[in-house]
């Protein structure tokens, strides 16, 4: 199998996190979840992770240079050599730049940006029925926010580099599935 190297864009609670386990159990691609690194962090009550909850739990963004310097260490772990789907990084453009020169010194570039399109009020919806700490209303509308205005212009850097393909994020679990493995099954 030729490894995969993917990153999964969305907006909060558009099912990233419940995708990119299916996603990399059947392409045994590493799954890196910026979002379950920071929590990792947190709960051992590194520096990091408690720098970091300080901004999870007002619905902001962790600031640019502590991910990029966290996601640098990860991508030289070996398990990535097999393959990895990034899952929540990168979330602004100065990421995404930082990552696309780890990548040419690797000379390793992107082989596809998935966008998971759900609209906000079931955005909403889910996240509220969810209940984790950053999950409060008033925190999830921070977060929609936010998306709007640092992540989404993410869509257009990637659509000029001829790398983004959509799908729609709603239905079942297993109807975006499909739809996301008839977007990578190229790929694999
Ligand atoms: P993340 O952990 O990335 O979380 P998320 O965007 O909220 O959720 P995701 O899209 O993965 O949704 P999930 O599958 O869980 O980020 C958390 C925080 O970390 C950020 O706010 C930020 O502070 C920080 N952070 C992370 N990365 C960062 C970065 N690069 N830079 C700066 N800061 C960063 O699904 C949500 C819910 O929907 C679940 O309950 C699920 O069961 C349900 N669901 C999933 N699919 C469904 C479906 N098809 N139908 C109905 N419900 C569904």
Avoid: W
């Amino acid at each position: 199998m030729i490894e995969m190297r993917i990153v999964f864009i969305g907006p909060p609670g558009a099912g990233k996190g419940t995708q990119a386990e299916r996603l990399v159990a059947k392409y045994r691609m590493a799954h890196l979840s910026t979002g379950d690194l920071l929590r990792q962090a947190s709960d051992a009550k590194t520096p990091l992770g408690l720098k970091a909850q300080e901004y999870m739990s007002a619905g902001k963004l962790v600031p640019d240079a502590l991910i990029i310097d966290l996601i640098r260490e990860r991508l030289v772990q070996p398990d990535c050599d097999k393959g990895y789907l990034l899952d929540g990084f990168p979330r602004t453009i100065v990421q995404a730049e930082a990552l696309d020169v780890v990548l040419a010194q690797r000379t390793t570039p992107l082989n596809v940006v998935l966008e998971l399109h759900v609209a906000e009020d079931e955005l909403f919806q889910r996240l509220a029925s969810r209940g984790r700490a950053d999950d409060k209303p008033e925190v999830i509308r921070h977060r929609l926010e936010t998306y709007r205005l640092q992540t989404e212009p993410l869509l257009d850097y990637y659509r000029s580099k001829g790398l983004l393909k959509s799908i729609d994020g709603t239905g079942t679990v297993e109807d975006v599935f499909g739809r996301a493995q008839a977007v990578l099954e190229p790929f694999a």
